[in-house]
């Protein structure tokens, strides 16, 4: 199901069966089933030159029960779409529209989704490790297809992670980000490092412009053998389509730095 040329590489069977007619007034009534039991999505590691030897491809995730149903009754329309997510995660989605082709078509929907530890999902982050936590998302769809309307709250708790890059074991995060009608999305967290609590806040809107704000007490920035890193910063990013700023300061209430072990 890709081609050839893509390290990305999907493995499955899908199947499914329709029906759909157009009345002389141009209409559409009907059904449309697609389905697949399972399957697979890997990612083929392309070879070192001179290296003879061939990397199995890397399984980055698997589904079971993937369907999608859609009905056509003329100017009304409707869609589902369920699938789990290996080992048990769980994505449903439906939406419907009225009036279609007319100037404006009134639009509903909602996507609920629940991942019960992101584990599994580590592989598309490679800098990391352990990953750990959970995430629920709750997403509704209003307004028209010409100005869609998108609210509700995606929520991570007991995010952790490691980074060996410089030393750090990261944990006890919380994340929430609230997409609002307006277009607006807020966005607040938190998260533990050593013995400091990193805290961000911010907000983007529709033009793309993000405002941001990071803060924390005694944050445990590397702790590797050649130097730990304690900082306490209270920083302000503020990014748009013309330029990014960042303003603020960190304070640095402790550090060791062993040159010869850098």
């Known amino acids: 199901l890709a081609p050839a040329d893509l390290p990305i590489k999907l493995e499955g069977t899908l199947q499914?069966?329709?029906?759909?007619?157009?009345?002389?007034?141009?209409?559409?009534?009907?059904?449309?089933?697609?389905?697949?039991?399972?399957?697979?999505?890997?990612?083929?590691?392309?070879?070192?030159?001179?290296?003879?030897?061939?990397?199995?491809?890397?399984?980055?995730?698997?589904?079971?029960?993937?369907?999608?149903?859609?009905?056509?009754?003329?100017?009304?329309a409707r869609a589902t779409f369920d699938?789990?997510?290996?080992?048990?995660?769980?994505?449903?989605?439906?939406?419907?529209?009225?009036?279609?082709?007319?100037?404006?078509?009134?639009?509903?929907?909602?996507?609920?989704?629940?991942?019960?530890?992101l584990a599994p999902l580590a592989v598309f982050a490679p800098q990391l490790a352990n990953v750990h936590g959970r995430v629920d998302a709750d997403i509704a769809l209003a307004g028209t297809a010409q100005e869609p309307e998108i609210s509700g709250l995606v929520s991570g708790a007991e995010l952790a992670a490691d980074i060996p890059a410089v030393g750090l074991k990261l944990k006890n995060g919380q994340l929430q980000v609230r997409p609002a009608p307006s277009g607006d999305i807020t966005v607040d967290g938190a998260i533990v490092s050593g013995d400091g609590r990193l805290q961000f806040a911010g907000k983007a809107d529709r033009s793309g412009r993000v405002d941001m704000h990071v803060g924390g007490d005694r944050v445990l920035a590397a702790d590797i053998p050649g130097a730990r890193?304690?900082?306490?910063?209270?920083?302000?990013?503020?990014?748009?389509?013309?330029?990014?700023?960042?303003?603020?300061d960190v304070t640095i209430p402790e550090a060791a730095i062993n040159l010869q072990k850098l």
């Open 83 to 117: 699938t789990q997510l290996e080992p048990n995660a769980t994505l449903h989605g439906e939406a419907s529209a009225h009036d279609l082709g007319s100037a404006e078509t009134p639009i509903t929907g909602r996507v609920r989704g629940q991942i019960p530890d």
């Open 16 to 76: 499914g069966h329709g029906e759909i007619r157009r009345t002389p007034q141009g209409e559409l009534f009907g059904d449309v089933l697609i389905e697949s039991d399972a399957g697979s999505i890997f990612r083929h590691i392309a070879a070192v030159p001179g290296d003879e030897t061939q990397e199995p491809p890397q399984k980055l995730l698997g589904y079971r029960g993937f369907k999608v149903a859609a009905t056509l009754s003329g100017p009304d």
């Open 229 to 248: 890193v304690i900082v306490t910063p209270n920083l302000n990013l503020v990014r748009t389509a013309e330029r990014i700023t960042l303003n603020g």
